[in-house]
Nanobody, 118 residues
């Protein structure tokens, strides 16, 4: 399984970024996929997740600002991030479970850094 994130960068507060995660080695369409982030000195936390049926979950801190989506034809996961704040600064990771019946992450990408300046 390979998960490759892209799209991170430096942005000013209030700006937007779109993260992508290209997946291979899994049957992408039947798996729950997620975005996690880890800020310096903090634990990794779930930001958003999307199930195979398209239903979604968002952490309270990003609800209304972030949108998770998936393109099963391209085996790609997205995270649209709007109205970014310095508190969103973190390394963002794409995750996939060990199998379609699992909810917890089993595979991780290498991460993409998001830095929001005030």
């Amino acid at each position: 399984v390979q998960l490759v994130e892209s799209g991170g960068g430096l942005v000013q507060a209030g700006g937007s970024l779109r993260l992508s995660c290209a997946a291979s080695g899994i049957i992408f369409s039947i798996n729950r996929m997620g975005w996690y982030r880890q800020a310096s000195g903090k634990e990794r936390e779930l930001v958003a997740a999307i199930n195979s049926d398209g239903s979604t979950y968002y952490a309270y801190s990003v609800k209304g600002r972030f949108t998770i989506s998936r393109d099963n034809g391209k085996s790609t996961l997205y995270l649209e991030m709007n109205n970014l704040s310095p508190e969103d600064t973190a390394m963002y990771y794409c995750s996939a479970p060990l199998g379609p019946s699992e909810r917890l992450p089993g595979f991780w990408g290498q991460g993409t850094q998001v830095t929001v300046s005030s």
